[in-house]
T-cell receptor, first 115, second 114 residues
Framework: GAVVSQHPSRVICKSGTSVKIECRSL??????MFWYRQFPKQSLMLMAT?????????EQGVEKDKFLINHASLTLSTLTVTSAHPEDSSFYIC???????????FGQGTRLTVV | KQEVTQIPAALSVPEGENLVLNCSFT??????LQWFRQDPGKGLTSLLL?????REQTSGRLNASLDKSSGRSTLYIAASQPGDSATYLC?????????????FGTGTRLQVTL
């Protein structure tokens, strides 16, 4: 299958700082990328959907000013957690699709710990 | 609102057994259904994708079936191995709208013992 690379895999940051997570589609052009958050032993919770060149669509309850998403090219989307707090500690996963209805491929995930 | 349920939540089987994981969804208006595997602390690996017009898909020891009208899918794993131990997630995509968002089930945690 296609490859989606997510970086970093782990990050520890101090409260109040910002953290950027990158998601790249390595061998296909991703018209749509999705960002998920996963709590321990729970399923994935969709945070936002981003289409290349346009603003992200956030799910209800997700603060768009706190979780900044940029999808500047067909192969790269970034999620920036701004002014991070310990409650933002979680596992974040990105997903990419080459076109509507096509197979979704996922990154390896990023374990964020805010201390 | 689409709801996806997976049964059982956890399963432990001895190596070599064949097993079936179940996925049910409440809204049959789906475009496709995808099965994933997730290892602890890792992302998701796509296993099989079934389009709404298809009845089943096979890949190696895995076979996924889809009965859209009854809102069910099964993932059959033949001759299970310890390396199959992981959490298995199913997800459905609606056939309407432009967001193409997946709705995930809660997963089945599988352990294959020696």
């Amino acid at each position: 299958g296609a490859v989606v690379s997510q970086h970093p895999s782990r990050v520890i940051c101090k409260s109040g700082t910002s953290v950027k997570i990158e998601c790249r589609s390595l061998d296909f052009q991703a018209t749509t990328m999705f960002w998920y958050r996963q709590f321990p032993k729970q399923s994935l919770m969709l945070m936002a959907t981003s289409n290349e060149g346009s603003k992200a669509t956030y799910e209800q309850g997700v603060e768009k000013d706190k979780f900044l998403i940029n999808h500047a090219s067909l192969t790269l989307s970034t999620l920036t957690v701004t002014s991070a707090h310990p409650e933002d500690s979680s596992f974040y996963i990105c997903s990419a699709m080459g076109g509507w209805g096509t197979e979704a491929f996922f990154g390896q995930g990023t374990r964020l710990t805010v201390v | 609102k689409q709801e996806v349920t997976q049964i059982p939540a956890a399963l432990s089987v001895p190596e070599g057994e064949n097993l079936v994981l179940n996925c049910s969804f409440t809204d049959s208006a789906i475009y496709n259904l995808q099965w994933f595997r997730q290892d602890p602390g890792k992302g998701l690996t796509s296993l099989l994708l079934i389009q709404s017009s298809q009845r089943e898909q096979t890949s190696g020891r895995l076979n996924a079936s889809l009965d859209k009208s009854s809102g069910r899918s099964t993932l059959y794993i033949a001759a299970s191995q310890p390396g199959d131990s992981a959490t298995y997630l199913c997800a459905v995509r609606p056939n309407t709208g432009t967001a193409s968002k997946l709705t995930f089930g809660t997963g089945t945690r599988l352990q294959v013992t020696l």
